[in-house]
């Protein structure tokens, strides 16, 4: 029901930002959260960022607070995420994934096909 596309990697500098975006088609629904993820080659795929329907709660991986920012636009159907001082460590694929809201705890429903960031030293 809901397709989501994400932009906005590239290749950048250590030090460098990045703004990502998630563009929602489809039905959307005020009640989704919003959240980032990443998977580097071989590695888990990690928690990066999460944002409420509202915007007006957001929480993020402890090794990214302080360097991301997570933001959303409703109006138009898309998440942000702004990506300071970056790091090679920070070099992944890319999700955007909306979620809904079960017992407080999100589930992630539906994931964009993602987007590489790719940080170079």
């Known amino acids: 029901q809901v397709q989501l596309v994400e932009s906005g990697g590239g290749l950048v500098q250590a030090g460098g930002s990045l703004r990502l975006s998630c563009a929602a088609s489809g039905r959307t629904f005020s009640s989704y959260a919003m959240g980032w993820f990443r998977q580097a080659p071989g590695k888990e795929r990690e928690f990066v960022a999460h944002?409420?329907?509202?915007?007006?709660?957001?929480n993020y991986a402890d090794f990214v607070k302080g360097r991301f920012t997570i933001s959303r636009d409703n109006a138009k159907n898309t998440v942000y995420l702004q990506m300071n001082s970056l790091k090679p460590e920070d070099t992944a694929l890319y999700y955007c994934?909306?979620?809904?809201?079960?017992?407080?705890?999100?589930?992630?429903?539906?994931w964009g096909q993602g987007t590489q960031v790719t940080v170079s030293s």
């Open positions: 944002i409420n329907w509202s915007g007006g709660s957001t």
């Open positions: 994934a909306a979620s809904t809201v079960v017992a407080g705890v999100p589930v992630y429903d539906f």
